[in-house]
């Protein structure tokens, strides 16, 4: 009963990440090493094509993501 209880509080929980590009709160997307890209920025970037000036803008917020480093 308590796990019933658990599983319906985080159903209704709505959890907002910063998007790397728009830096703004937002419910989904996806995540890129540590990085969180939202939807909306991701429809953008995919559809952007590299002659337009909103390309040099993605690839300068995305700049901003750095692999993880991995310790062994």
Known sequence: ????????????NHFEET???CETLKPKG???????I????EN???HTDTNDPRYKYFLK???KITTPE???
């Not at 996806?30 to 969180?36: A, D, G, V």
């Not at 939202?38 to 920025?41: A, F, K, R, S, T």
Request: hydrophobic share 50%.
């Open 44 to 46: 953008d970037l995919i």
């Open 38 to 41: 939202c939807i909306d920025c």
């Open 19 to 21: 998007c790397v590009i």
């Open 70 to 72: 991995i310790f062994s």
């Open 61 to 63: 917020q995305l700049r």
């Open 30 to 36: 996806i995540h890129l090493y540590t990085s969180f």
């Open 1 to 12: 009963m308590e796990v019933e209880g658990l599983n319906s509080i985080l159903a209704y």
